[in-house]
Nanobody, 125 residues
């Protein structure tokens, strides 16, 4: 079924920007929802943003207006552009691929959803 491989994480100063990406190495129908979760130390994994094959999107309240999700179905890649980063955004960011509604994949992941290994994003001066 292929793997989800994230890249682009790193250290960024508060107020800065960063773009992370996730490539799906397998054959995935465009109908799947792609998205991002994150997990900070000591906290539960939370849905950040997801995008459907039709371009419909979901953003958590904590990132709305600062993050932008996009996908390239030809490259099987989903991107997350992050702006105005805060220390609270520090976390490991995980890519997810799932079936169903965009908001469902971003809030109630299924055991059948596939996950990447994660990429660390650290916001610090």
């Amino acid at each position: 079924q292929g793997q989800l491989v994230e890249s682009g994480g790193g250290l960024v100063q508060p107020g800065g920007s960063l773009t992370i990406s996730c490539v799906d190495s397998g054959f995935t129908p465009d109908s799947y929802v792609m998205g991002w979760y994150r997990q900070a130390p000591g906290k539960e994994r939370e849905g950040v943003s997801c995008i459907g094959s039709d371009g419909s999107t979901y953003y958590s309240d904590s990132v709305k207006g600062r993050f932008t999700i996009s996908r390239d179905n030809v490259k099987n890649t989903v991107y997350l552009q992050m702006h105005s980063l805060k220390s609270d955004d520090t976390a490991v960011y995980y890519c997810i691929r799932g079936a169903g509604l965009v908001e469902s994949v971003c809030n109630r992941p299924s055991p059948y959803d596939r996950w990447g290994q994660g990429t660390q994003v650290t916001v610090s001066s």
